[in-house]
């Protein structure tokens, strides 16, 4: 008797920059699906680093490539891989992962039924506890420094954010910024007028961090993140969840169409809020953020929110 050939599934990857946190979610999809021994899968990254154009010609090689689905992995890349296919009617499946707001970001129609080729993991970003959270570990801020790119889609974010800071009694300034290479000269000028500075997973402004953090040392202004890996790389304080489970919960929604034939309309998008809040202590006494007794405790108690 002859071994029943075990089957092969393409996956293309469609990352939008090298960041850490989307470097996890990557590393969760693959590994869940090179847990599965009912098929093979042979996983192609792509990488736009941060370049719009860039991403465009990588969305048309993908789909040109014959590939069995593919997994975008935050708003950006979803948006163009979802209007790309469409538009060219090649239909691939397209599953995402850390994207909030898919509806409104036109990716899909609803959560429960997407009405097109796209199903994954949406990201709840909840800036109203964030806020809350922040005022409480720095009950002294005033303003606040919100740095984006707005062409990342994070206008709807700051507006909400602006919002809910005023119920707290904190003003927030917007600055756009349309490249790393413009954060340092941007935000220099505006480092004294603050008390924090607020960072979304905005790919354009995480690529920069490392400026941002070196001025808000000098300065001893907190630098605040909304993931749990900026800490790690000198933010004093950040919020989220654990970006490898996106990539998990996408790869099961994967498995369920490549190995089971199901069309993504017909799998739900899912939301992933087991948020959590970490502290770089010495981050923090260099961006003026004091040990306080809230803080000891949410670190004693490993507090999930």
């Known amino acids: 008797m002859h071994a029943t ?24 999809f693959r590994k869940t699906l090179q847990q599965d021994t009912t098929a093979n899968y042979e996983c192609t990254t792509y990488n736009a680093n941060g370049n ?52 409104g970001s036109g990716i899909i129609d609803a959560e429960q039924a997407s ?13 109203e506890l964030q806020l809350a959270l922040l005022r409480t570990l720095k009950p002294s801020m005033k303003r606040m420094l919100l740095v984006y790119d707005p062409n990342s889609g994070f206008g709807k974010d700051k507006e909400e954010i602006v919002r809910l800071a005023g119920v707290h009694g904190i003003e927030v300034m917007g600055m756009e910024v349309y490249a790393a290479s413009e954060i340092y000269g941007k935000v220099s000028s505006a480092m004294s007028t603050v008390d924090a500075v607020m960072v979304l997973k905005d790919n354009t402004v995480v690529s920069g961090l490392e400026g941002l953090i070196k001025l808000c040392n000098q300065h ?14 000198g933010a004093a304080l950040g919020f989220g969840v654990e970006e490898y489970d996106f990539g998990v919960e996408g790869a099961k929604k994967a498995l369920l169409i490549l190995n089971e034939g199901k069309n993504p309309t017909n799998i739900p998008s899912t939301p992933l809020a087991n948020n959590k809040i970490k502290l770089n202590t010495q981050a923090a006494a260099a961006q003026g953020l004091p040990l306080s007794r809230e803080m000891v405790f949410l670190m004693n108690s490993g507090i999930v929110i």
């Open 220 to 233: 001893g202004v907190t630098l605040y993140a909304t993931d749990l890996d900026s800490p790690a790389k």
């Open 5 to 28: 050939a075990t089957r092969t599934h393409r996956v293309a990857i469609l990352t939008p920059v090298t960041h850490p946190s989307l470097e996890q979610i990557e590393q969760g």
């Open 115 to 127: 009405n097109n080729n796209v199903t994954g993991v949406i990201e709840v970003t909840n800036y």
């Open 52 to 103: 719009r154009s860039l991403m465009r010609s990588q969305v048309e090689e993908i789909l040109a490539g014959n590939y069995d689905l593919a997994f975008a992995i935050a708003r950006q890349p979803a948006q163009m891989l979802k209007e790309i296919s469409i538009k060219k009617q090649q239909l691939v499946p397209i599953v995402f992962g850390a994207v909030s707001d898919p509806v």
